[in-house]
């Protein structure tokens, strides 16, 4: 129930093609669906967040979509860059109520662009 | 920018030994977080703390663990006696108070390894 389902593990994209991640919750009392990108040696940091009154949410390159009914959530990176070469993380918590840092994450997914 | 920092950046130790982990979140924030990484593996929460007292935790939050806020700015997460498993990044996070954006701030780890 809590658990988050992240696929696929790794990417492989070239410059300028899209990018899509995937993730998928069981529990609906998950309101809050962030991404995070994170960089070998750092910390994750927040890249995009949507919550589930609009199913889709874009900011620059990156795009989330929602699909409340059958619980899933992507991530689309319009125009890769090398720069975005990273591990990029789903994941899923309740916004309000106090808990909102309780997030449940995905395992992870492994970008890399290639020039 | 506001950041959260955690020091030390790497610790050794041996197994059974306690092990302290220090962070500074953003001065304004309200909540802070404890969150690790198992090399290679998803991120996962620990513990948060709000108000002077632990607001969850999780089931990896036992007995061994403990959190405090010792003074106005350091939050600290203390490992009592160290197992091989509790080798890891040790993340420390903050937010705002319900209300704000409800994003986390993640500091740059704490790399412990128990020999």
């Known amino acids: 129930q809590q658990q988050v389902k992240q696929s696929p593990q790794s990417l492989i994209v070239q410059k300028g093609g899209i990018s899509i991640i995937n993730c998928a919750y069981e529990?609906?009392?998950?309101?809050?669906f962030p991404w995070y990108q994170q960089f070998p040696g750092k910390g994750p940091a927040l890249l995009i967040a949507i919550r589930p009154d609009v199913s889709e949410k874009k900011e620059g390159r990156f795009t989330i979509s929602f699909n409340k009914s059958a619980k899933q959530f992507s991530l689309h990176i319009m125009d890769s860059q090398p720069g975005d070469s990273a591990t990029y993380f789903c994941?899923?918590?309740?916004?309000?109520?106090?808990?909102?840092?309780?997030?449940?994450f995905g395992k992870g997914t492994k970008l890399s662009v290639k020039p | 920018e506001p950041e959260v920092t955690q020091t030390p950046s790497h610790q050794v130790t041996q197994m059974g030994q306690e092990v302290i982990l220090r962070c500074v979140p953003i001065s304004n924030h309200l909540y802070f977080y404890w969150y690790r990484q198992i090399l290679g593996q998803k991120v996962e929460f620990l513990v948060s703390?709000?108000?002077?007292?632990?607001?969850?935790k999780s089931e990896i939050f036992d007995d061994q663990f403990s959190v405090e806020r010792p003074d106005g700015s350091n939050f600290t997460l203390k490992i009592r006696s160290t197992k091989l498993e509790d080798s890891a990044m040790y993340f420390c996070?903050?937010?705002?108070?319900?209300?704000?954006?409800?994003?986390?701030?993640f500091g740059e780890g704490s790399r412990l390894t128990v020999l």
């Open positions: 529990n609906t009392a998950f309101d809050y």
């Open positions: 994941a899923a918590g309740t916004y309000y109520g106090g808990s909102q840092g309780n997030l449940i």
């Open positions: 996070a903050s937010s705002e108070a319900p209300g704000g954006t409800g994003e986390l701030f």
């Open positions: 703390f709000y108000n002077n007292e632990i607001s969850e």
